[in-house]
């Protein structure tokens, strides 16, 4: 899951880990993605013909090694029995193809939207219903669940159904259908409150809160099922597992973009879900699934509700008084541009350049600064650190800019080079945090 909707930093380093997977992949096949547990597709091992030669010791003063042929075939029986009762127990994993396909259509659908392919802004993310604690904790629940099924940008996209599809259809079959869905749909909602609560300022979207559930899902399951689960399948998948999720939260930990809290959160509520859903994959399995799919569904039910309970109006969103402000510095700044340039070029004189400072810039410069601090002034205290930041940033911006132009119509009337120079300066000043607050969202 990415945060903020920044996903170039991002862009760069999925591409990267897409690419050198994929070189590996081509340059020595499954089985060496297998040795360094990016195989995510457990292979039957196949053929049957191949022999392994192991030493029988003969007891005795001669004794030697007598070589006795063990047939690998009695591994893939052993394999294949093992899918063939997952089957039984799960005939078809039609929510993995489902939910692929529910998120490349909602992607394709942005996209003819007109949402950028590869950066999309904010905006357009908190439209299509991204995480934002602000408007998530104000009643919009749902972007608990729609931010899941939403992504930034086609890399990331591709990055987070490859490696869903590569695990999904397994670990589907050995919940089941529905006890798949329950872990899938609980590990997004809880990585959607981690992030509320770790990261209140940023916009995330992604299904990688949820694919990290499976996956610690599936981490819990092989914890638990040393008896039920053949070697050589245990050992694939566990390498599996723990190699994708190491190598997610280092790079999570080394990139600002990544929603770290999404994939832990989701991580731990798939894990946890796992403990209660693992049952030995017998012919008792169906049995015992029905009543482990509604303890976890009772759980996940009492979790949300506690967290929608904690967290509800717990977070200010000062946005749309942002617009508000926004719509008349747009329209003074024109103005004062334009007055400048005739200034500059003595097409206008200092009488009328005074009367357009008092009139079109202070006037409502000043109106629009005073009602932007007395609607957010009660916000202040509800408002994340980084809002709160952003907050006193503008205010002190706008302040600048009042005092500047209130400098420069003395200025005028006076005929005051000093101030005159007064006022350049807290423009200047002013500039300056615009563009630090430019950078903070590139």
């Known amino acids: 899951m990415l945060a903020e909707g920044k996903p170039l930093g991002s862009a760069v380093g999925l591409s990267l880990l897409i690419g050198v997977s994929f070189m590996l992949y081509f340059l020595g096949g499954r089985r060496l993605l297998q040795k360094i547990g990016f195989g995510f597709l457990f292979q039957p091992v196949g053929g049957g013909s191949k022999r392994t030669v192991v030493a029988k010791v003969v007891q005795g003063e001669d004794a030697v090694a007598d070589p006795v042929v063990a047939d690998i075939k009695d591994i893939n029986e052993g394999v294949v029995a093992f899918q ?3 089957t039984i127990l799960t005939p078809q994993a039609f929510l993995t193809p489902a939910i692929v396909a529910i998120n490349l259509i909602v992607f394709t659908i942005m996209i003819a939207a007109g949402v950028h ?41 591709v ?6 599809w590569s695990a999904g259809r397994f670990v589907e079959r050995l919940l089941g259908n529905l006890g798949f869905f329950l872990v899938y749909s609980f590990s997004g909602v809880v990585g959607g409150f981690a992030t509320v609560l770790w990261n209140p300022g940023v916009v995330s979207a992604g299904a990688s809160g949820a694919i990290f559930g499976v996956y610690g899902c599936l981490l819990a399951f092989l914890a638990l099922g040393r008896g039920s689960i053949p070697l050589p399948v245990l050992k694939a998948l ?5 190699f994708f999720v190491v190598v997610n939260v280092l790079y999570g930990l080394g990139n600002e973009n990544v929603d770290m809290a999404a994939h832990l959160g989701g991580l731990a509520a798939g894990f946890v879900s ?14 015992n699934r029905g009543r482990r799919n509604l303890l976890v569904g009772i759980t996940g039910v009492l979790a949300i509700s506690a967290g929608m309970a904690l967290t509800g109006n717990r977070y200010a969103d000062i946005q749309e008084e942002l617009r508000q402000f926004g719509g008349t510095e747009e329209t003074v700044m024109d103005t004062f541009n334009e007055t400048i ?3 500059r070029t003595g097409s206008m004189s200092d009488d009328a350049f005074a009367s357009i400072l008092r009139e079109e810039i202070i006037a409502p410069w000043d109106a629009a600064l005073s009602e932007f601090e007395s609607d957010t002034g009660g916000k202040l205290q509800k408002l994340s650190e980084r809002n709160s930041e ?8 706008m302040h600048l800019r009042l005092e500047a132009f209130q400098l420069m119509l003395e200025a005028v009337e006076e005929d005051d080079q000093e101030k005159a120079k007064r006022a350049n300066a807290k423009l200047l000043d002013s500039q300056a945090i615009v563009e630090s607050l430019r950078k903070g969202r590139n």
Do not use: C
């Open 341 to 343: 340039q005739k200034v």
């Open 238 to 242: 566990g390498n599996n597992a723990i």
């Open 159 to 164: 990055f987070n159904m490859w490696v869903f």
């Open 84 to 86: 063939r009762q997952l």
């Open 390 to 397: 952003l907050h006193g940033k503008l205010v002190k911006y």
């Open 117 to 157: 392919i590869m950066s999309p802004k904010i905006v357009d993310l908190l439209a299509w219903g991204a995480n934002y604690a602000p408007k998530t904790t104000g009643g919009e629940w749902w972007r608990l669940v729609t931010s899941n099924y939403l992504h930034i940008g086609v890399i990331h996209i």
């Open 274 to 287: 796992g403990l209660v859903l693992r049952t030995p994959l017998d012919s008792s399995a169906s049995k």
